[in-house]
């Protein structure tokens, strides 16, 4: 199930099952979003990006679906398994130099 | 080589002292940041370097010098930090600041502890 609260939302999903994180992005101009895994001590790492010509992007195992109409973007990662245990936060642009802006987070927990 | 190398990976540090925090890319990339990340928080911007000039200040307090001696270095020069500075401090590149035009790749980051 999905916690939203004071700590950072979580997600815990079966090994082998689908898992879907969500992201409710906030700049109507944005037109390029980044999805990162942050695993416990080390830096974010890129899994998948999109533009804004796009609604749908899939890499191995993972998919990123952008609705531009409702602002929101999902990372979906196909039969989950104990590695992809860590932090994901979206991120985004409007593109040019405009530096990206990180998502809240989402912990997902993979539960063997 | 598709790193980004920060040194140390864990600093502890007291008010009245001075330190540095060192990043390094082989990758040709001529866009350099630092980020500053607070536990279960996303990282925050804190500087931009573009072609080794500052190109963003997101409002640092001065105790924060950020240098970038050339293209392949960033440092951060730490001057009498408050506790409330201590977190994760996180490295990273890019092609070009124009972050479209390709990944941003992070370092593993430097812990700080300022006591």
């Known amino acids: 199930g999905e916690s939203v609260g004071l700590h950072l939302p979580t997600l815990s999903v079966q090994e082998g099952d689908n898992s879907i994180i969500n992201c409710a992005y906030s700049n109507s101009a944005s037109d390029y979003f980044i999805w990162y895994k942050q695993e416990s001590g080390k830096g974010p790492q890129f899994i998948i990006d999109i533009r804004s010509n796009m609604d749908k992007r899939q890499g191995q195992r993972v998919t990123v679906l952008l609705n531009k109409t409702v602002k929101h973007l999902s990372l979906q990662i196909a039969a989950t398994q104990p590695g992809d245990s860590a932090v994901y936060f979206c991120?985004?642009?409007?593109?040019?130099?405009?530096?990206?802006?990180f998502g809240k987070g989402t912990r997902l927990s993979v539960i063997a | 080589d598709t790193e980004v190398t920060q040194t140390p990976k864990h600093l502890v540090m007291g008010m009245t002292n001075k330190k540095s925090l060192k990043c390094e890319q082989h990758?040709?990339?001529?866009?350099m940041y630092w980020y500053k990340q607070k536990a279960k928080k996303p990282p925050e911007l804190m500087f931009v370097y573009s072609y080794e000039k500052l190109s963003i200040n997101e409002s640092v307090p001065s105790r924060f010098s950020p240098e970038c001696p050339n293209s392949s270095l960033l440092n951060l020069h730490l001057h009498a930090l408050q506790p409330e500075d201590s977190a994760l401090y996180l490295c990273a590149s890019s092609l070009r600041q124009e972050v479209s035009t390709g990944e941003l790749f992070f370092g593993e980051g430097s812990r700080l502890t300022v006591l």
């Open positions: 990758m040709g990339h001529r866009a």
């Open positions: 991120a985004e642009t409007p593109g040019g130099n405009t530096p990206l802006v």
